[in-house]
């Protein structure tokens, strides 16, 4: 079978024999680890210049990295691909900001990742690029002559034609998207959203099972949601040894922990959440003493204002929350700055009675599923999930909740805390199934097989 090249953002920080994060890096090294390959992108690193770094091998799989120069990273990474691109595809318009220079910017960085790939490329790789990022890198790869197959899968949500056009050069990244042979979604909502773009904006012609014809090629799109390893997660969930921890943990909490778990970004919707909980204090005082509700949410794109400013008003909101209810005995909100390696994780998700997981929009949220993969089946916990995350196209035995809603969501905090184990049980077992069918692997393997299949 010919080489599977990975491109990506960011290159995982791999050794051999070491545990890996969630999503992305655990679905595209297992892959890698097995079959071998290629795995190029970003080295994380800013410098003087934008210049590969020598290759490097860890067991089957070949690292090949570019550092960025100052301005690269500015106009492409902090500029046009989080300034603009994310904001946008997470349908917070009001968020975005545009400069040409930016796009220009990503454009030349999306150039610079094709003409490094390219001295490494042979005839018959499959190469497999990931997310917003890299919108216009199979179009950069056409320009030099390549002509391999190219996939994409983009693992943000993809936003109605509307809202996608109030980025000045939508009409420029659409047409170098269509450069990929295969882009795939997270969900059927996403893929139309694309596709209607398409049909409006570009002229396309509908061919059959999600291809499209379109300035003069043919781009097969597909939905291809991402999963978890469900039965490693709950086996992190049980070693003995962080169970201990979590328990320690736990007996610092009061009886309920309600937990959530983000990056620290505005789209996971963590003032609305605040704000639901405060709205829950308020209008169940029974609950007072009782409850503990647990936000760990380490900073991420730190250098960029939107974030710096969520981040001032999250601890304002904290601390005007606890003032307003703690108790010398009780502090009800615990929010928390880091990130916490995935053996400690687990085992808290398992301890956890509700997780509130209310993105206003999210691409898949693998949180989600990890919660649900870490309960303990005879006695699970209440997943409370937005339904503008992707996951709650599978996940419709979570509770459900319009992440806008603060009343909405703490009814919903009420009702999962006081649900009977029974439904508790049904619940957690119909979402368990659809992850098993829908797992980590089943993402993986359908996107490759799809793209090699041609
Ligand atoms: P993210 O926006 O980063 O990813 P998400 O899917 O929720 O979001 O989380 C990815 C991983 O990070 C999970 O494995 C989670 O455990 C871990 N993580 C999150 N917060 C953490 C913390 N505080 N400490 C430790 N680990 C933490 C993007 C898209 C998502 C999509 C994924 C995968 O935005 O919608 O689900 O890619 O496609």
């Given at each position: 079978?010919?080489?599977?090249?990975?491109?990506?953002?960011?290159?995982?920080?791999?050794?051999?024999?070491?545990?890996?994060?969630?999503?992305?890096?655990?679905?595209?090294?297992?892959?890698?680890?097995?079959?071998?390959?290629?795995?190029?992108?970003?080295?994380?690193?800013?410098?003087?210049?934008?210049?590969?770094?020598?290759?490097?091998?860890?067991?089957?799989?070949?690292?090949?990295?570019?550092?960025?120069s100052?301005?690269?990273?500015?106009?492409f990474?902090?500029?046009?691909?989080?300034?603009t691109?994310?904001?946008?595809?997470?349908?917070?318009?009001?968020?975005?900001?545009?400069?040409?220079?930016e796009?220009?910017?990503?454009?030349r960085?999306?150039?610079?990742?094709?003409?490094?790939?390219?001295?490494?490329?042979?005839?018959?790789?499959?190469?497999?690029?990931?997310?917003?990022?890299?919108?216009?890198?199979?179009?950069?790869?056409?320009?030099?002559?390549?002509?391999?197959?190219?996939?994409?899968?983009?693992?943000?949500?993809?936003?109605?034609?509307?809202?996608?056009?109030?980025?000045?050069s939508?009409?420029?990244?659409?047409?170098?998207?269509?450069?990929?042979?295969?882009?795939?979604?997270q969900?059927?909502?996403?893929?139309?959203?694309?596709?209607?773009?398409?049909?409006?904006?570009?002229?396309?012609?509908?061919?059959?099972?999600?291809?499209?014809?379109?300035?003069?090629?043919?781009?097969?799109?597909?939905?291809?949601?991402?999963?978890?390893?469900?039965?490693?997660?709950?086996?992190?969930?049980?070693?003995?040894?962080?169970?201990?921890?979590?328990?320690?943990?736990?007996?610092?909490?009061?009886?309920?922990l309600?937990?959530?778990?983000?990056?620290?970004?505005?789209?996971?919707?963590?003032?609305?959440?605040?704000?639901?909980?405060?709205?829950?204090?308020?209008?169940?005082?029974a609950?007072?003493?009782?409850?503990?509700?647990?936000?760990?949410?380490?900073?991420?794109?730190?250098?960029?204002?939107?974030?710096?400013?969520?981040?001032?008003?999250?601890?304002?909101?904290?601390?005007?929350?606890?003032?307003?209810?703690?108790?010398?005995?009780?502090?009800?909100?615990?929010?928390?700055?880091?990130?916490?390696?995935?053996?400690?994780?687990?085992?808290?998700?398992?301890?956890a009675?509700?997780?509130?997981?209310?993105?206003?929009?999210?691409?898949?949220?693998?949180?989600?599923?990890?919660?649900?993969?870490?309960?303990?089946?005879?006695?699970?916990?209440?997943?409370?999930?937005?339904?503008?995350?992707?996951?709650?196209?599978?996940?419709?035995?979570?509770?459900?909740?319009?992440?806008?809603?603060?009343?909405?969501?703490?009814?919903?905090?009420?009702?999962?805390?006081?649900?009977?184990?029974?439904?508790?049980?049904?619940?957690?077992?119909?979402?368990?199934?659809?992850?098993?069918?829908?797992?980590?692997?089943r993402?993986?393997?359908?996107?490759?097989?799809?793209?090699?299949?041609?």
């Open positions: 079978m010919s080489r599977l090249v990975v491109v990506s953002n960011r290159v995982a920080p791999i050794q051999e024999g070491e545990a890996t994060a969630g999503g992305l890096a655990a679905g595209v090294l297992d892959a890698l680890r097995q079959k071998g390959g290629l795995w190029f992108g970003w080295s994380g690193e800013v410098t003087d210049a934008s210049v590969p770094q020598p290759e490097r091998k860890v067991g089957p799989i070949t690292l090949f990295t570019v550092d960025l100052r301005r690269d990273y500015d106009d990474y902090r500029g046009f691909a989080n300034g691109l994310w904001p946008v595809l997470h349908y917070q318009i009001g968020l975005g900001r545009f400069e040409w220079t796009f220009e910017g990503y454009r960085v999306n150039d610079l990742f094709a003409r490094a790939l390219a001295t490494m490329v042979e005839p018959d790789d499959v190469i497999w690029a990931h997310d917003y990022h890299l919108l216009c890198f199979a179009d950069s790869l056409r320009e030099l002559g390549i002509h391999n197959r190219v996939g994409l899968f983009i693992h943000t949500p993809f936003p109605a034609p509307g809202v996608f056009m109030t980025i000045p939508h009409s420029e990244l659409i047409r170098s998207m269509c450069g990929y042979d295969l882009i795939g979604f969900t059927e909502v996403d893929r139309t959203a694309f596709v209607d773009y398409l049909l409006r904006q570009a002229g396309a012609d509908v061919l059959d099972r999600g291809a499209v014809h379109v300035f003069g090629r043919t781009v097969r799109t597909g939905v291809y949601p991402i999963g978890v390893h469900v039965d490693e997660v709950r086996a992190q969930a049980e070693t003995p040894i962080n169970r201990r921890q979590a328990t320690r943990m736990r007996a610092f909490l009061m009886e309920r309600i937990l959530s778990v983000d990056r620290l970004d505005y789209s996971k919707g963590l003032r609305q959440r605040f704000n639901a909980f405060e709205r829950f204090l308020a209008e169940y005082p609950q007072h003493g009782l409850v503990t509700f647990m936000q760990i949410a380490p900073p991420s794109r730190s250098d960029i204002e939107t974030y710096q400013r969520i981040r001032l008003e999250l601890e304002g909101e904290a601390g005007r929350i606890n003032g307003r209810f703690a108790e010398v005995d009780w502090v009800p909100l615990r929010y928390l700055n880091r990130s916490f390696a995935r053996n400690v994780l687990m085992p808290l998700y398992a301890e009675q509700t997780c509130l997981v209310t993105p206003l929009r999210d691409g898949m949220n693998l949180v989600a599923k990890e919660y649900v993969a870490a309960q303990d089946p005879d006695e699970p916990g209440v997943l409370i999930l937005s339904e503008f995350a992707g996951a709650a196209r599978e996940l419709d035995a979570a509770l459900l909740v319009n992440p806008y809603d603060e009343a909405g969501m703490a009814r919903a905090m009420d009702r999962a805390l006081s649900m009977p184990v029974e439904e508790r049980r049904e619940r957690h077992q119909a979402m368990i199934q659809v992850m098993r069918a829908n797992s980590l692997e993402w993986r393997d359908r996107f490759e097989a799809d793209l090699r299949a041609g």
